[in-house]
């Protein structure tokens, strides 16, 4: 693997990830690599964004940091070095503990990551209580204001409720509380959103934006909504088919789109301040036409500007010459700058 | 909005103004059942409640809403495949109240259907060639062997499907494909309108686009009508003519596409619209947002008068909560009368003249659906809003 090109982790790195790659495979069968050497780090306060499509490997990414991959069955190498310690070489125990007090993360659907059968408020005072050591009383207290804080209307009375008694939205506010109950420095937030309805989207979308002014709390956004990376991330990283194939600020990564695939997600996506006739620049085929890395870009067989090196050599992830900022790309055959699809 | 005029013009044949679909205030109102012996009633979902809209033939109607407003019990309430509790659908001069058994199946050739899920609604266990033969051998079109294979090839290649295509079954297909199957099967029967339920939803952001691109097309080519149901505000705009924004079983406002953009009249349309992501952050940064308290009031217990009221930010206190506001043309400049909205001070809250103000979330209670409907609404305006 090419040695990707951040700057080596400096003091101020919250957490540093470095060559992360995750494995699935039985006995006998070729392994299939969903994440394949994704390198980024977080510094504290910083909101990063995970780009992609379904197969691209950012949920996977997001799990093994987490220590959430099933225990058979994956084999994931590289590191995930948080405050000093890679969270990948701890113990289950190790672990237990700094999940959720340290690093804590929120999921897609809140109805499957909340326990049915116990009230809201036991769900959250049981995340003190592990972490922080608190009674029960001073838990429960202390669950009230938390629910309060997300937003939550009228929280003595939600304490008592069952999660299938709250809305969507409510349920994710709920989830939220729970990540945030021990003020953790890392806050992993996996398609937090695409479950709800756009309006209650605006809705978390904000409270996530105040929680990072307010705490400081570093965010790892993962979407494959571009429109909601827009908004909210500081630094962008856009996954494809396992690797990063572009890394740039925000601002810089929306002006010039440099990779095709970056380029050609924005064009799929209707603007609401758009033109409206016009035929969308869709990206022609599916993720199962991809080439493997190792052969080559695996992006080529759907790319509009693929050439001969394209099937041929595997583009590295390299600082892209023209870009004023930090702007890394993985591509032999990049738009120009300002480029539109 | 000259450029909405000269775009009329242009379709300016009687053809294209002639109403394919007409529904007067159609309402669909779900019973609900309490008891172990007695299914004594003890409430309804009012899930559609008074929804009157015409689509013309050869446009694209985009219905728009969050999930819980209705949307897709009124695409299936036009096509019978719900029991509307009031109104009629009048299709191509037909009234559809009235039809049974064999009228009405020989006439829904006319209105097929596209589902959000691809993959549910193809059935695993036969070919796509099967599938396809399926709806066309209901209503006799495969008594000429020849022309019904002809057909299909004709199809495959509309939706951009290789021949080879028919042979395979549904789960050898990724999403899009499958969902470009759905259209083929939509369109072997010839229909004049397709009723789509969000048709692109469950796709990815790039193969989205392909079905997009696909839906305009065949339109395009068989001169298809079409009702689009969907939650993306920016995909209803991008293939609809005319846009109807729907809250709580009924339209709010009613407008052609670049019409509701530039302008949107109704609260509602305002939120939705600042709540929709724009991928640009120049944008994002700048534009103003307005984030709605609350969730989505349960629809068995709606709120009296405007059922935005109880989460609208231009509220005010005279009206909004007593009376319903009916879609009607407002006197603004430059607002065509083609532009209909529901709200009583519509023309106030353009101006400027009513200013936003703060609105407390009210506590949701989402057992409100199986409580009785004589609860009061002021209390209990909540509801429960799954994923879309």
Same mark, same amino acid.
């Given at each position: 693997?090419?040695?990707?090109?951040?700057?080596?982790?400096?003091?101020?790195?919250?957490?540093?990830?470095?060559?992360?790659?995750?494995?699935?495979?039985?006995?006998?069968?070729?392994?299939?690599?969903?994440?394949?050497?994704?390198?980024?780090?977080?510094?504290?306060?910083?909101?990063?964004?995970?780009?992609?499509e379904s197969?691209?490997?950012?949920?996977?990414?997001?799990?093994?940091?987490?220590?959430?991959?099933?225990?058979?069955?994956?084999?994931?190498?590289?590191?995930?070095?948080?405050?000093?310690?890679?969270?990948?070489?701890?113990?289950?125990?190790?672990?237990?503990?700094?999940?959720?007090?340290?690093?804590?993360?929120?999921?897609?659907?809140?109805?499957?990551?909340?326990?049915?059968?116990?009230?809201?408020?036991?769900?959250?005072?049981?995340?003190?209580?592990?972490?922080?050591?608190?009674?029960?009383?001073?838990?429960?207290?202390?669950?009230?204001?938390?629910?309060?804080?997300?937003?939550?209307?009228?929280?003595?009375?939600?304490?008592?409720?069952?999660?299938?008694?709250?809305?969507?939205?409510?349920?994710?506010?709920?989830?939220?509380?729970?990540?945030?109950?021990?003020?953790?420095?890392?806050?992993?937030?996996?398609?937090?959103?695409?479950?709800?309805?756009v309006?209650?989207?605006?809705?978390?979308?904000?409270?996530?934006?105040?929680?990072?002014?307010?705490?400081?709390?570093?965010?790892?956004?993962? #979407?494959h909504d571009l429109g909601? =990376?827009?908004?909210?991330?500081?630094?962008?990283?856009?996954?494809?088919?396992?690797?990063?194939?572009?890394?740039?600020?925000?601002?810089?990564?929306?002006?010039?789109?440099?990779?095709?695939?970056?380029n050609g997600l924005l064009g799929s996506i209707p603007r609401l301040d758009g033109a409206r006739n016009e035929q969308l620049a869709a990206i022609p085929g599916s993720?199962?036409?991809?080439?493997?890395?190792?052969?080559?870009?695996?992006?080529?067989?759907r790319?509009?500007?693929?050439?001969?090196?394209?099937?041929?050599?595997?583009?590295?992830?390299?600082?892209?010459?023209?870009?004023?900022?930090?702007?890394?790309?993985?591509?032999?055959?990049?738009?120009?700058?300002?480029?539109?699809a | 909005?000259?450029?909405? #005029?000269?775009?009329?013009?242009?379709?300016?044949?009687?053809?294209?103004?002639? =109403?394919?679909?007409?529904?007067?205030?159609?309402?669909?109102?779900?019973?609900?059942?309490?008891?172990?012996?007695?299914?004594?009633?003890?409430?309804?979902?009012?899930?559609?409640?008074?929804?009157?809209?015409?689509?013309?033939?050869?446009e694209t109607y985009g219905l728009v809403?969050?999930?819980?407003?209705?949307?897709?019990?009124?695409g299936?309430?036009?096509?019978?495949?719900?029991?509307?509790?009031?109104?009629?659908?009048?299709?191509?001069? #037909?009234?559809?109240?009235?039809?049974?058994?064999?009228?009405?199946?020989?006439?829904?050739?006319?209105?097929?259907m596209v589902f959000q899920d691809p993959?549910?609604?193809?059935?695993?266990?036969?070919? =796509?060639?099967?599938?396809?033969?399926?709806?066309?051998?209901?209503?006799?079109?495969?008594?000429?062997?020849?022309?019904?294979?002809?057909?299909?090839?004709?199809?495959?290649?509309a939706v951009g499907l290789?021949?080879?295509?028919?042979?395979?079954?549904?789960?050898?297909?990724s999403g899009g494909q499958r969902q470009r199957i759905g259209i083929a099967?939509a369109l072997?029967?010839?229909?004049?309108?397709i009723v789509a339920d969000e048709p692109v939803s469950a796709l990815d952001v790039s193969v989205q686009a392909q079905v997009i691109n696909l839906l305009q097309d065949v339109q395009e080519q068989f001169?298809l009508t079409y009702l689009v149901i969907a939650h993306d505000l920016a995909v209803v705009r991008h293939i609809s003519d005319r846009v109807?924004?729907?809250?709580?079983?009924?339209?709010?406002?009613?407008?052609?596409s670049d019409?509701?953009y530039?302008?949107?009249?109704?609260?509602? #349309?305002?939120?939705?619209?600042?709540?929709v992501p724009i991928p640009?952050?120049?944008?994002?940064?700048?534009?103003?947002?307005?984030?709605?308290?609350?969730?989505?009031?349960?629809?068995?217990?709606?709120?009296?008068?405007?059922?935005?009221?109880?989460?609208?930010?231009?509220?005010?206190?005279?009206?909004?909560?007593?009376?319903?506001?009916?879609?009607?043309?407002?006197?603004?400049?430059?607002?065509?009368?083609?532009?209909?909205?529901?709200?009583?001070?519509?023309?106030?809250?353009?101006?400027?003249?009513?200013?936003?103000?703060?609105?407390?979330?009210?506590? =949701?209670?989402?057992?409100?659906?199986?409580?009785?409907?004589?609860?009061?609404?002021?209390?209990?305006?909540?509801?429960?809003?799954?994923?879309p």
């Amino acid at each position: 693997m090419t040695a990707p090109s951040p700057a080596p982790a400096t003091t101020d790195t919250l957490l540093s990830v470095r060559d992360l790659t995750v494995e699935f495979g039985t006995k006998g069968q070729t392994p299939f690599r969903a994440v394949d050497g994704v390198s980024f780090d977080v510094r504290p306060g910083q909101t990063v964004g995970l780009v992609g499509e379904s197969g691209c490997g950012k949920s996977v990414t997001s799990l093994a940091i987490m220590g959430l991959l099933p225990k058979r069955g994956n084999k994931v190498a590289g590191s995930a070095t948080f405050d000093g310690t890679d969270l990948l070489t701890l113990d289950d125990r190790e672990m237990r503990d700094r999940r959720g007090r340290d690093v804590a993360m929120i999921f897609q659907d809140p109805l499957s990551s909340l326990n049915p059968v116990v009230s809201i408020g036991v769900q959250v005072a049981e995340v003190l209580q592990r972490h922080r050591g608190m009674k029960k009383s001073a838990a429960m207290a202390e669950s009230r204001d938390l629910l309060d804080k997300v937003g939550i209307p009228d929280p003595s009375r939600r304490l008592k409720e069952y999660p299938h008694q709250l809305s969507g939205g409510m349920r994710q506010r709920a989830l939220i509380a729970m990540a945030l109950a021990c003020k953790p420095r890392l806050l992993i937030a996996d398609e937090p959103t695409t479950a709800l309805d756009v309006t209650i989207q605006a809705q978390i979308l904000n409270l996530l934006k105040e929680l990072v002014v307010d705490s400081g709390t570093a965010l790892i956004m993962i #979407t494959h909504d571009l429109g909601v =990376v827009a908004g909210l991330c500081d630094e962008v990283n856009v996954l494809y088919g396992g690797r990063i194939v572009e890394t740039a600020p925000r601002h810089e990564l929306f002006a010039s789109p440099r990779h095709p695939y970056t380029n050609g997600l924005l064009g799929s996506i209707p603007r609401l301040d758009g033109a409206r006739n016009e035929q969308l620049a869709a990206i022609p085929g599916s993720v199962a036409d991809n080439i493997p890395w190792t052969s080559g870009c695996a992006f080529a067989p759907r790319c509009s500007r693929a050439i001969d090196v394209c099937r041929a050599e595997t583009p590295s992830l390299e600082q892209d010459s023209v870009a004023i900022e930090d702007h890394l790309l993985r591509c032999h055959n990049p738009w120009p700058t300002g480029g539109e699809a | 909005m000259s450029e909405t #005029t000269s775009m009329l013009d242009k379709k300016d044949t009687a053809a294209e103004h002639e =109403v394919l679909l007409d529904a007067q205030d159609v309402k669909v109102h779900f019973p609900i059942k309490r008891g172990v012996f007695f299914d004594k009633t003890v409430g309804h979902v009012f899930a559609v409640d008074g929804m009157t809209l015409q689509i013309r033939r050869g446009e694209t109607y985009g219905l728009v809403g969050e999930s819980g407003c209705g949307k897709s019990t009124f695409g299936r309430a036009l096509l019978r495949l719900e029991e509307p509790t009031n109104g009629t659908v009048t299709f191509a001069g #037909t009234d559809l109240s009235p039809l049974k058994g064999e009228a009405l199946r020989t006439l829904r050739r006319h209105m097929q259907m596209v589902f959000q899920d691809p993959l549910s609604s193809l059935d695993p266990r036969q070919t =796509v060639e099967s599938l396809l033969l399926e709806g066309m051998r209901a209503h006799g079109l495969t008594k000429d062997a020849k022309a019904a294979d002809a057909r299909l090839r004709e199809l495959l290649t509309a939706v951009g499907l290789p021949v080879a295509a028919l042979r395979k079954y549904p789960h050898e297909f990724s999403g899009g494909q499958r969902q470009r199957i759905g259209i083929a099967r939509a369109l072997s029967v010839d229909p004049e309108l397709i009723v789509a339920d969000e048709p692109v939803s469950a796709l990815d952001v790039s193969v989205q686009a392909q079905v997009i691109n696909l839906l305009q097309d065949v339109q395009e080519q068989f001169g298809l009508t079409y009702l689009v149901i969907a939650h993306d505000l920016a995909v209803v705009r991008h293939i609809s003519d005319r846009v109807g924004v729907m809250y709580l079983g009924s339209l709010v406002e009613e407008a052609d596409s670049d019409g509701l953009y530039a302008t949107p009249l109704h609260p509602y #349309t305002r939120a939705l619209m600042s709540a929709v992501p724009i991928p640009d952050p120049l944008i994002e940064d700048q534009r103003e947002q307005i984030i709605l308290a609350g969730d989505l009031p349960s629809p068995a217990n709606p709120p009296s008068g405007c059922r935005f009221h109880t989460r609208c930010p231009w509220r005010q206190e005279e009206r909004c909560d007593t009376e319903r506001p009916q879609l009607r043309v407002v006197q603004i400049d430059g607002v065509p009368t083609s532009h209909r909205v529901a709200c009583h001070y519509a023309e106030q809250i353009h101006s400027g003249e009513i200013e936003r103000h703060e609105v407390s979330a009210t506590a =949701v209670d989402p057992s409100s659906l199986s409580d009785s409907p004589t609860v009061n609404t002021q209390e209990n305006p909540g509801g429960p809003i799954s994923a879309p």
